[in-house]
Every structure is written in C-alpha cells, then in structure tokens.
C-alpha cells in the first residue's frame, strides 16, 4: 500500500553538498515515519536519519551535524540534505517508510539512489 522512492543521487566532489528526495505514495496516513539508510559494497546497512510522524528527528553518528532530514506540508515527499561529503559517505541511499496498517507493522523500502564521491 505504502511505496517510496529515491531522486537525487549523483556525483559529488568531497566537500560538497548534496540533496535527497523521497516520494511516497499509497496510504500515506499509514507512515509512522520515514528515515534513510545508506550501503557501500561489502558493508552492513547504515542508519543515515529518521522523522516521524510528528516531526522528531535522529541522526546516525556518521552524519550527525552534517544532515537534515525534513519533509514538505503534505508530508508526501522527504528530504535529506547533506553537507560536507566525505568519501566514507559513497554508498547507495535508501528510503523506507515506517507502516502501520491494520495493527501490522511493515517496511517499505525504496530502489534506491546511488551517491559517489569524488576526491
């Protein structure tokens, strides 16, 4: 019922700044919240940030101070802005909604958007 996903990825110096966005659609008031994640080859997945649906926010240590995660009035579309790139941050950026539907709790994860960075 719930889908996302990812635009925004691309190419960026180190440095640099960049800025995600995630679409959802289906039963939005369904959300509990949304966060990213991102994963480099080889690695484990990696808490990036998180709002819910109230407006709370969490950051992973690897980007705290560094990112701001917001969303627009219609609470259908969420962003991840980042600053100051670092080469440990190449990975493949993922969205997933938190769901909760008919007393059921689900993960709808997005395909997915690859972020490089360059040094």
């Known amino acids: 019922q719930v889908h996302v996903v990812e635009s925004g990825g691309g190419l960026v110096q180190a440095g640099g700044s960049l800025r995600l966005s995630c679409a959802a659609s289906?039963?939005?008031?369904?959300?509990?919240?949304v966060g990213w994640y991102r994963q480099a080859p080889g690695k484990q997945r990696e808490f990036v940030a998180r709002i819910d649906s109230g407006g709370s926010t969490d950051y992973g240590d690897s980007v705290k101070g560094r990112s701001t995660i917001s969303r627009n009035n219609a609470k259908n579309t969420m962003y991840l802005q980042m600053i100051t790139l670092k080469s440990g941050d190449a990975a493949v950026y993922y969205c997933?909604?938190?769901?909760?539907?008919?007393?059921?709790?689900?993960?709808?994860w997005g395909p997915g958007t690859q972020v490089t960075v360059s040094s």
């Open positions: 997933a909604a938190e769901v909760l539907d008919r007393g059921q709790y689900s993960t709808s």
């Open positions: 289906g039963s939005i008031n369904s959300i509990n919240a």
